[in-house]
């Protein structure tokens, strides 16, 4: 009952997921699309402001700036302008006098004689930031659209025209209507409708497929995450075990601080603080940067647990992120070779206890190495070592040894690459070589 309650709720809230993803989708593209067309008509614009304003008896036009008046000069020019916006279809074509950063004035207004009377120096529409641009650099415009209350929606551009020392008298500006900016954003949304139903489509059966192999799904992710708990959970006794023996070694420190200060024995007890700052030194600063946040707390885990035992530890690790392995493959291999090559530098004595981890890539391989001091490995234990349960160690009452090596062939296996080990005299090494393009094509 419990379960299907759950399906119920991940159907309605999946449907209402997608009916907003859907309405968010023909938002963004009504106004993306919008603006596109808007700037469009606006580029447009600017290039027909640009080829009217090279078009104008600049002569004439430079004449009538010297008396701006309504002169037959005057009339002659606007009907010129009202050919050409009757040519171009254009909303409005007229001339503009930016002599200020602020506001630009209408000259010639490119009306007919019925309604162009006061236009001749009056403020025109065009918004500030457009006529800043015109006074300081002397270069076309466009606008946005600007809404008017007298005249509608419009986009306006314009040119500047230069009479013959390629001086700016002047500026062309042309109006064209917006009203179609709506009409083509309708015009998508229609057009995309079908695609719109089609992708809800997808993605519901999406949400059904997901439903059907979700059973199969949970199973193969409980082993997986049954596999990770055991491994971290290997790694949190690892840590707790060296929590405890700092916490042990730290009360007979202060025990001992205590039996000084007690006798009175000032300068033995600065000289015990003094070694002791130096000990907690050491723990304080892990020699290694990571950028694998696992792979860093693995380590330092490791190195903690190696300074407890008097081990000399090396560890030395490229900036790679090692992303192209799972975290918990990565943390099999090293943590096992780790626990086995310092369970092998506890039998030699504390002044011979070595411990070097190196962590590389080249442009096709992981690289994982470690080596260690210690008694070496029989040769005729070679062919058995990454077998299951077999362990080259004595084994006390209760312990199960001889699955380390063994998990990380599996995983090694897994990704299609090699573990290697030599075994001399004084040191073991063990190196394992992961390829990554086995790792991005094969691995699960």
Not at 107 to 121: D, R, V
Not at 162 to 189: H, P, Q, R, W, Y
Not at 350 to 377: A, F, M, Q, W
Request: aromatic fraction near 10%; charge should be positive.
């Amino acid at each position: 009952m419990k379960k299907n309650k759950k399906l119920r709720f991940i159907v309605i809230l999946s449907i209402i997921f997608l009916l907003a993803l859907t309405a968010i989708n023909i938002s963004v593209s009504y106004l993306k699309t919008k603006k596109t067309v808007e700037v469009t008509i606006a580029s447009h614009s600017e290039e027909i402001a640009n080829t009217i304003a090279a078009s104008i008896d600049i002569n004439k036009y430079e004449h009538f700036m010297h008396n701006p008046v309504e002169n037959e000069l005057f009339f002659e020019l606007n009907d010129y302008l009202i050919d050409i916006r009757e040519k171009t279809g254009a909303l409005h074509v007229y001339t503009l006098e930016i002599d200020n950063p602020k506001v630009s004035k209408i000259m010639i207004p490119g009306f007919s004689e019925s309604s162009k009377a006061t236009y001749i120096g009056s403020v025109c529409t065009v918004p500030e930031k457009q006529v800043r641009k015109a006074y300081y650099s002397g270069e076309s415009y466009y606008t946005e659209v600007i809404k008017d209350p007298q005249f509608g929606d419009y986009i306006s551009a314009g040119a500047p025209i230069k009479n013959k020392e390629n001086k700016v008298i002047g500026f062309l500006g042309v109006d064209i209507s917006a009203a179609t900016l709506d009409e083509i954003g309708k015009l998508v949304i229609k057009s995309n409708l079908s695609l719109f139903i089609f992708n809800g489509i997808f993605v519901f059966i999406l949400l059904v497929s997901f439903l059907v192999i979700q059973k199969w799904y949970q199973t193969e992710l409980s082993k997986e995450v049954g596999e990770t708990e055991k491994t971290y959970q290997t790694e949190f006794k690892t840590i707790i075990n060296s929590i405890r023996s700092i916490r042990h070694d730290f009360v007979n420190h202060i025990q001992v601080m205590h039996g000084l200060l007690k006798i009175k024995s000032y300068e033995k007890a600065f000289e015990y603080v003094d070694s002791l700052k130096k000990e907690v030194a050491i723990y304080e600063s892990v020699p290694l940067k990571v950028n694998n946040p696992a792979l860093m707390v693995l380590l330092q885990t490791k190195w903690i647990q190696a300074q407890n035992n008097k081990v000399e530890t090396t560890f030395k690790t490229c900036d790679d992120s090692f992303q192209d392995i799972k975290t918990i493959d990565l943390i099999k291999i090293l943590s096992n070779l780790i626990d086995n090559a310092l369970d092998a530098t506890m039998e030699v004595p504390e002044n011979e206890r070595k411990l070097c981890v190196k962590c590389d890539r080249t442009s096709d391989h992981y690289l994982l190495r470690v080596t260690n001091t210690g008694t070496p490995i029989p040769v005729k234990s070679a062919d058995l070592i990454f077998q299951k349960g077999y362990s080259t160690k004595h084994l006390k009452e209760g312990q199960v040894r001889g699955y380390g090596l063994y998990i990380v062939k599996e995983v090694v296996d897994k990704y299609r690459g090699t573990i290697t080990f030599q075994s001399e005299k004084n040191r073991t090494t063990f190196e394992v070589s992961i390829p990554i393009k086995e790792i991005k094509k094969k691995a699960p």
